[in-house]
């Protein structure tokens, strides 16, 4: 037996021990499995460990926010109690967010609301029946109102907190909304002459 064969073994034997060491030691994966707390931690209503703290949750019941959390009236709001939603004051500066509303407002709301805000216009609106942004009723409702509508949701919308996490987004959207109502005729005036 010459050094090269004795090379060759040397190198087989190396090479099917790779096999070995990935398929029986145990990774940094496996590892985790005995952290008996780790697996149902994910599940729990404590803080997720892989969520942004930018996502708004629900405060855990018997605890304080102390990272300036906007609070939660989501239960009274679905009762129908809209004060906290009406004493909401607009933080933004609405010409200075119209851009970034125009983008959220497009991508979160034109599908059921339209691109102007009429529904009617809307890709599947007609089909939910979801409301025209331009009634007077919808010009009567607070910002707050508007504001609690994209967090929280109201009738067929579903809540969108979770998708326009950020208060100052939402806000932008509430100042789009008022920027469509704003270059919308009243609810009962008429529309131009000659169809234009």
Same mark, same amino acid.
């Given at each position: 037996?010459?050094?090269?064969?004795?090379?060759?073994?040397? &190198?087989?034997?190396?090479?099917?021990?790779?096999?070995?060491?990935?398929?029986?030691?145990?990774?940094? +994966?496996?590892?985790?499995?005995?952290?008996?707390?780790?697996?149902?931690?994910?599940?729990?209503? &404590?803080?997720?460990?892989?969520?942004?703290?930018?996502?708004? @949750?629900?405060?855990?019941?018997?605890?304080?926010?102390?990272?300036?959390?906007?609070?939660?009236?989501?239960?009274?709001? =679905?009762?129908?109690?809209?004060?906290? &939603?009406? !004493?909401?004051?607009?933080?933004?500066?609405?010409?200075?967010?119209? =851009?970034?509303?125009?983008?959220?407002?497009?991508?979160?709301?034109?599908?059921?609301?339209?691109?102007?805000?009429?529904?009617?216009?809307?890709?599947?609106?007609?089909?939910?029946?979801?409301?025209?942004?331009?009634? +007077?009723? =919808? !010009?009567?409702?607070?910002?707050?109102?508007?504001?609690?509508?994209? @967090?929280?949701? @109201?009738?067929?919308?579903?809540?969108?907190?979770?998708?326009?996490?950020?208060? +100052?987004?939402?806000?932008?959207?509430?100042?789009?909304? @008022?920027?469509?109502?704003?270059?919308?005729?009243?609810?009962?005036?008429?529309?131009?002459?000659?169809?234009?």
């Amino acid at each position: 037996m010459g050094p090269k064969f004795c090379s060759a073994a040397l &190198a087989a034997l190396l090479l099917g021990g790779c096999n070995w060491y990935y398929d029986r030691v145990p990774g940094p +994966d496996d590892l985790m499995k005995l952290v008996p707390w780790f697996d149902h931690m994910v599940e729990s209503r &404590a803080v997720h460990p892989y969520e942004s703290g930018e996502v708004p @949750r629900s405060s855990v019941p018997g605890t304080v926010p102390i990272t300036g959390s906007e609070g939660n009236w989501q239960a009274e709001f =679905a009762a129908g109690n809209t004060a906290t &939603a009406d !004493r909401l004051m607009n933080p933004t500066d609405p010409n200075a967010t119209l =851009a970034r509303g125009d983008t959220l407002y497009q991508t979160f709301c034109s599908v059921c609301h339209g691109p102007s805000g009429g529904a009617t216009d809307a890709t599947v609106g007609p089909r939910l029946a979801a409301p025209s942004l331009l009634t +007077d009723r =919808a !010009r009567a409702y607070s910002d707050g109102y508007l504001y609690s509508i994209v @967090r929280y949701g @109201r009738g067929v919308m579903f809540p969108y907190g979770d998708k326009v996490y950020r208060p +100052d987004y939402r806000w932008a959207i509430v100042n789009y909304v @008022r920027k469509l109502q704003g270059d919308a005729p009243p609810a009962g005036a008429p529309g131009p002459v000659g169809g234009q």
